[in-house]
């Protein structure tokens, strides 16, 4: 009996322990399914921030600038919004979502020109509270600026730009030529190199721009003209100035020499992509573009003329001096964000020292950081940085005015009307665009 008492002993061991690894097994299953019923615990710790972005030229430098702010963030995720390359059209898409007090945008980019704009229309948060004196001062002071409205700061500046020219240091030293001067001289030794070229089989371009109706154009256009000692608007006076002198004959010069003479009829479509790509095919002779274009153009994976790039302060007319229109884009923080702490976390990350070296050296983005001008790494991957840092602290704005984009709207009906017809009344127009730009004007007075 004693060996028939003590056998069921290991049965009910065993079914003891098929009960427990059942519970258990149950107990999984359970948690499993809830844990598919709702967010995990991490996942609902994860805060989103919406980033409204314009397609970048770079966008591996992108893509290891978020990956850095991920592994450094965990609980942060940012969610890209990538809105249209035009200046003119990112602004509608980004506007109608602020318009619309859309939760989809957090942080988002801003041209130079909007900040204004932005504050007055009460889309751009103050970001005062969020930035020491002794921080912005390190900062380029002309960058601040084009960032302060009323007193207050609305958007951090990430990268400035100014306009450039880039010529084929091959082909002018082959035919014996110096960087050009003036615009006529521009015009000139184009012209006499599209010919000895043409002679060899070599069908090329003199000049490359920008000349599409957007707001490239209006930069463009008021290089022309203040290298002429003219002005699109008297800041003095408030008033129009493109019915002067030396705007009407900058204005007849591109039309005259620029468009179907020194540069093809289709740079009338042409935004900076589409002006670069002939230019790295080595079809242009010189080329307008901001400071991104260098790194592009002297790489041998994407440009057939690598090494051949030299780059030059925009020419002037006989009477006047050079000017580059001031370009650039900042970061702004939504009034509306539901998420302003970590949208500012974002924001500082993106223009700290490191991040805005990374732009410099993958991108060719020109700091808004002064001290980054003296960083050996900068300038060895753009040593144009150090004969252009001038241009970039002393670039000229355009008007600074909440109405701007409609002031640009007008700008850039006017000029794209009068240099895409060789028998235009650009007298006439400009009378046009004056009164409308005038009355504009006269709302902010």
């Known amino acids: 009996m004693a060996i028939r008492s003590a056998r069921p002993k290991p049965r009910r061991q065993r079914t003891a322990g098929r009960g427990v690894c059942l519970a258990i097994t149950i107990i999984m299953v359970l948690s499993l399914t809830m844990l598919a019923g709702c967010p995990g615990k991490k996942e609902s710790d994860v805060m989103t921030i919406r980033f409204v ?241 260098w790194q592009i153009a002297n790489d041998p994976q994407r440009s057939t003329i690598a090494g051949n790039v030299g780059i030059a302060k925009l020419p002037h007319f006989p009477a006047g001096k050079s000017y580059a229109a001031l370009g650039g884009w900042q970061l702004g923080i939504s009034s509306y964000s539901e998420h302003k702490e970590a949208a500012w976390k974002f924001v500082q990350f993106l223009a700290s020292d490191r991040i805005q070296k990374l732009l410099a050296v993958r991108s060719g983005k020109a700091p808004t950081r002064k001290a980054l001008y003296d960083d050996p790494e900068v300038l060895k991957a753009n040593p144009h940085f150090r004969d252009m840092k001038d241009v970039f602290l002393s670039a000229y704005p355009r008007p600074v005015t909440p109405l701007y984009p409609a002031l640009s709207n007008i700008l850039q009906r006017y000029f794209s009307t009068v240099i895409s017809d060789r028998q235009s009344d650009i007298a006439g127009e400009a009378e046009n665009a004056s009164r409308e730009m005038n009355k504009l004007l006269s709302m902010t007075q």
């Open 53 to 293: 972005t314009w397609k970048p030229n770079q966008p591996e430098a992108w893509e290891e600038i978020l990956r850095i702010f991920h592994e450094e963030n965990p609980g942060i995720r940012i969610e890209r919004e990538i809105g249209p390359h035009s200046s003119t059209a990112f602004h509608d898409l980004l506007t109608q979502k602020l318009k619309n007090r859309s939760r989809d945008v957090d942080v988002f980019f801003m041209d130079v020109i909007w900040p204004a704009e932005f504050a007055a229309a009460g889309w751009a948060m103050p970001l005062d509270d969020f930035i020491a004196a002794q921080e912005r001062e390190k900062f380029l002071e002309g960058a601040i600026l084009a960032n302060t409205f009323e007193n207050r700061l609305y958007g951090i500046p990430l990268f400035v730009d100014s306009g450039m020219l880039y010529y084929r240091k091959d082909l002018l030293k082959q035919y014996g030529f110096k960087p050009p001067v003036t615009w006529q001289e521009m015009a000139d030794i184009s012209g006499k190199i599209v010919i000895k070229e043409s002679k060899k089989g070599r069908y090329i371009y003199g000049f490359s721009g920008q000349f599409k109706q957007y707001e490239g154009l209006v930069c463009g256009m008021m290089e022309y003209i203040l290298s002429n000692n003219g002005m699109l608007v008297d800041r003095e006076k408030g008033v129009s100035a493109v019915t002067g002198k030396p705007a009407i004959e900058a204005v007849r010069f591109v039309r005259d020499r620029i468009i179907g003479g020194a540069a093809p009829v289709g740079v009338l479509a042409y935004q900076e992509p589409e002006s670069l790509d002939l230019f790295i095919q080595g079809k242009a002779v010189f080329h307008r573009n901001w400071p991104y274009a």
